[in-house]
């Protein structure tokens, strides 16, 4: 029988009481067998997997249990992506122990999975093209297939550690303004014990009008340094009333958000979005 890595067996233990809560008691490597699971029509909660667990004499646990659990796809891991395998001599024949160990190590580093080389069949890599490789039936933790490049490379130690399947993340403000993003400041607060400031203000401009004159304005800006916040110009600024519902950025574990628009700082750039209970 093959040892599986701990993971895959962590997954196993997870999946089998995710699907039979409290099913398997706390056990580890040394204490149980696990059988080849063999594949059952999907049930209803999803399960499409059947795998028997046999406890080991002497280590606590006697007899044998069949379980089911619902094995991971990686055609669905991988739908509408290729992923790109590097190495030095790009494998070739997989037909080696330590060929599957270095080809399943670098599919684990760059894509977060947890093949182990019993996982891996027999197979040729071509180099440069499309290859697809089905695991093993006899996988604990995945079926299916994966289709891939295969590239002649140098590993990259910074590829294993982080994989660029996530696009580039930009900041929401341009950089070069050298000011700091009012959305990413004024996101992570909550000013529901503020009720008394956040119900008095009105939508319209900050700088003039009733918000200014009734010194609701006056009053925000003093919340804000309070919150930790840096006060800002409001000349020009606008304020207005809405759902979280009703803008894409808004919170949506809130009940009202405030949002301020139009706001000319040397210190801040972009809107604020003020959260608060009822």
């Not at 379980?67 to 030095?88: E, G, Q, W």
């Not at 290859?131 to 990259?156: E, H, P």
């Not at 840096?230 to 009333?241: M, Q």
Request: glycine share 8%; proline share 4%.
């Amino acid at each position: 029988m093959a040892l599986y890595s701990l993971s895959q067996r962590q997954y196993l233990y997870n999946a089998i009481n995710a699907e039979s809560p409290g099913a398997i008691a706390p056990m580890g490597l040394d204490n149980a067998l696990i059988g080849t699971p063999k594949a059952i029509p999907a049930t209803a909660s999803g399960a499409n997997t059947e795998i028997t667990v046999r406890g080991r004499q002497g280590r606590g646990y006697v007899g044998a249990q069949t379980f089911r659990y619902k094995r991971l796809s990686l055609n669905d891991l991988f739908k509408n992506m290729t992923p790109t395998i590097n190495a030095p001599d790009a494998y070739g024949s997989l037909y080696t122990d330590a060929k599957k160990l270095a080809f399943a190590q670098n599919l684990n580093g760059r894509y977060g999975l947890n093949l182990v080389k019993e996982d891996i069949p027999d197979q040729y890599v071509y180099l440069n093209v499309s290859n697809t490789l089905q695991v093993k039936a006899t996988c604990i933790q995945y079926t299916g297939s994966i289709t891939f490049m295969s590239i002649k490379g140098k590993n990259n130690l910074e590829d294993l550690v982080v994989n660029d399947i996530l696009d580039e993340l930009h900041h929401p403000s341009d950089v070069s303004l050298g000011k700091l993003s009012a959305p990413l400041l004024s996101y992570g607060h909550d000013f529901t014990n503020e009720p008394q400031v956040m119900m008095n203000m009105t939508n319209g401009r900050l700088d003039v009008g009733v918000n200014d004159t009734s010194g609701a304005t006056a009053n925000l800006m003093a919340v804000l340094v309070n919150h930790g916040l840096p006060a800002f110009d409001t000349t020009g600024a606008s304020i207005k009333r809405m759902l979280p519902t009703a803008d894409k950025r808004g919170n949506t574990m809130y009940d009202n958000l405030l949002v301020i628009t139009g706001v000319n700082d040397i210190h801040v750039d972009g809107d604020w979005l003020l959260h608060y209970n009822n």
